[in-house]
């Protein structure tokens, strides 16, 4: 005979029991599972992209729209999906985006077009948004003590190894060809995960649900949404269509959006009725305020550049799916091993360590500029190595300790919420710099297809990119990690 515990408090998130353990077994690897795969699929798209583009006869624009829109449909939905959590319960929303994001998957492999496939990344994109929080509302709130830090390490660890692995897995499941599937099994392999998962996961994982349930304003959401797809979709376009009128209208009524948007967050704090979908008051705290900017603009240099790195790869080297997923591995070694450094250095440098991966990054950048001479059929991509590796190193040191830094003075009790912007901005920052280097990269690219020339140059914006991470990061108080 079952008995029904009170529910009772911890670290502000009301639970009722009897709780299933969600940091240990079963419920741990289901949470887990459906957090890799979503957080794989921004990166695995990259290194399938060149076969993507051939086999639908796709533009280069389309390219750009099949790697932001996943993220811009993440990070303007972010937020909501927490917040639907909070109130309707993590576990209900866990499965509501789990389904979203496989049926999505199923989509995107059965594509016939660029455009439903543009759609399906969207959608994608939008089961992830429901799908994330819960999993990190999820450890936090049946965790305590030690336990939480060892799951929220694996949790980041999941998190990083989905990042890293993602070119690779995407070259070796091009390379096995799956039943003749090509790129679609990249999309495809998602569905038994998550049927899986939905079938595991109603006695797995368990309910839980915030104490203090924040409200939700769907104007703010809408503004959100719209503002940025109406800004980075037509910059994904736009060069390619010969920036018609209709790209700049949409770029204006995008930026007109957003400062709407942020209006009304303002309104909203002030009023009280009904919670702002972002509190713009929190940006006034200067380490926050500037630390939410360097988490932007490193995003931006980390998207961008494996998106332009696949397409020198494979457009470029002439390289097949997996070895350019190889390559990749140097870029993911040189970031795990920094990665496993950089608390420790953030310890002892503080802020300090941003300068330095800044460095890194950019001597790393611009060793690849300057061997993007072999960026063409009969090359070697031994010349990159190098340069992979060291700017790999620049984006482990920079990548957590942004992070860190930017809520290293956040009150304890707005923790959840600041973590929820920096995540959203990330989001962002990635779409936004996969469109302004796509743009760059297409650009100098020009007529002649000279995707050396173009990787160069798109190799030089980013050592300028890890220059402004590091002059922003001179913007944050001194302080140790």
Sequence with gaps: MSTTAPTREIAGVARSGPVPDATTGLGLVVLLAAFFVVTLDFFIVNVALPSMQADLTA????????????AIALGAFLVLGARLGDRLGRRRMFLWGLATFTLASAACGAAPDPTTLSVARIAQGLGAALLTPQVLGTLTATTEGEARVRVL?????????????GQLLGGVLLDVDLFGLGWRACFLVNVPVGIVALVLAGRAVPETRAARRLSIDPSSVAMLALGLGLVVLPLAEGRERGWPLWCVVAMVAGVVLLLDFALRQRSLARGGAVDP????????????????????????????????????????????????????????????????AAPALQARWGRG?????????????????????????????????????????????????????????????????????????????????????????????????????????????????????????????????
């Design 277 to 340: 979908l972002v509190d713009l008051a929190m940006l006034r705290d200067r380490t926050f305020g500037v630390g939410t900017v360097v988490c932007f603009v490193v995003q931006t240099g980390i998207a961008s550049s494996f998106f332009v790195l696949a397409l020198a790869l494979q457009g470029g080297l002439g390289l097949d799916p997996l070895e350019s997923g190889l390559v990749f591995t140097t870029l993911a070694v040189g970031y795990v091993a920094s990665s496993m």
């Design 59 to 70: 533009g280069s624009g389309a390219l750009t729209v099949w790697v932001a829109g996943y």
């Design 153 to 165: 390490t694996i949790y980041g660890l999941t998190a990083g190894l989905a990042a890293v692995s």
């Design 353 to 481: 360590i941003l300068l330095g991966g800044a460095a890194v990054s950019a001597v790393g950048e611009a060793a690849l500029a300057l061997t993007a001479g072999e960026v063409h059929a009969g090359g070697s991509a031994a010349a990159l190595i190098p340069g992979l590796v060291v700017a790999g190193i620049g984006m482990g040191m920079v990548f957590a300790p942004s992070v860190s830094l930017a809520l290293a003075e956040t009150d304890g009790g707005r923790s959840g919420e600041a973590s929820g912007v920096i995540t959203t901005v990330q989001e962002i920052g990635g779409a936004v710099g996969v469109a302004l280097l796509a743009i760059v990269f297409y650009g100098a690219l020009g007529t002649g297809g000279d995707v050396a020339h173009a990787f160069a140059v798109a190799s030089w914006c980013l050592v300028g990119q890890s220059v402004l991470v590091g002059l922003l990061a001179l913007g944050l108080r001194r302080h140790r990690g």
